[in-house]
């Protein structure tokens, strides 16, 4: 009886033991990534994806929306102030005249590239402007009043005053940094234009 006993016993044990070897074990958490806040490793495109599919599912329409970044506003064109203001650099004469509104305003004593780095000449409209810049190209070379007119070529104030009026420069057009100050803020206010001649 005791024998019988003990194998009842045995045999209870190897029937139940996977049982709770199973019940033992630690139970992993579903997870659904449709309706849950779970987010792992999923960016927020993804996320926004999946809930416009489940909004469709549901017959609801919306329109995307872009995370693209918005777009920068454009510049607005320059305007008013009298008129466009017209710097006309005589390269042979040194001298830079400045009008406005057809008005002769400014005769003022330029430098432009020396030999080996000519000033092109031609007509071109400023398009960009910095109150303090450094040359990228000669060792950060101050060019304060800097007025971009065609490529690198700017219209800037120097501090090498004594060579106004003759070629000294790398190809800009350097003025007294008092009279690129007032150049730069009638440009700003009206636009302007740079005409280069022989």
């Known amino acids: 009886m005791k024998t019988f006993l003990v194998s009842l016993g045995l045999l209870f044990g190897l029937l139940t033991a996977p049982g709770f070897a199973e019940e033992g074990k630690a139970a992993k958490p579903e997870v659904d990534v449709l309706s849950s806040s779970y987010t792992g490793k999923k960016d927020k495109a993804y ?5 416009y599919a ?7 329409h919306y329109k995307r ?29 040194q001298r830079m005249q400045v009008f406005q509104g057809g ?25 960009r402007m910095h109150k303090r810049y450094f040359s990228k190209k000669y060792h950060g070379a101050p060019m304060p009043y800097a007025m971009f007119y065609y490529r690198g070529f700017a219209i800037h104030g120097t501090n090498a005053i004594s060579r106004l009026g003759r070629p000294a420069s790398h190809g800009c057009v350097r003025l007294h940094p008092s009279n690129a100050a007032t150049l730069f803020a009638m440009v700003r206010r009206s636009g302007g234009t740079v005409r280069v001649t022989q």
Do not use: M
């Open 47 to 51: 996320w926004t994806r999946v809930w």
């Open 54 to 60: 489940k909004q469709a599912k549901k017959g609801k």
């Open 103 to 127: 008005k002769l305003k400014y005769s003022w004593p330029v430098s432009s590239g020396r030999k080996g780095y000519r000033t092109p000449t031609g007509t071109w409209t400023i398009h």
């Open 65 to 93: 929306k872009s995370y693209a970044g918005k777009k920068k506003k454009s510049r607005k064109a320059y305007t008013g102030g009298g008129g466009r203001v017209l710097a006309k650099i005589d390269l042979s004469q």
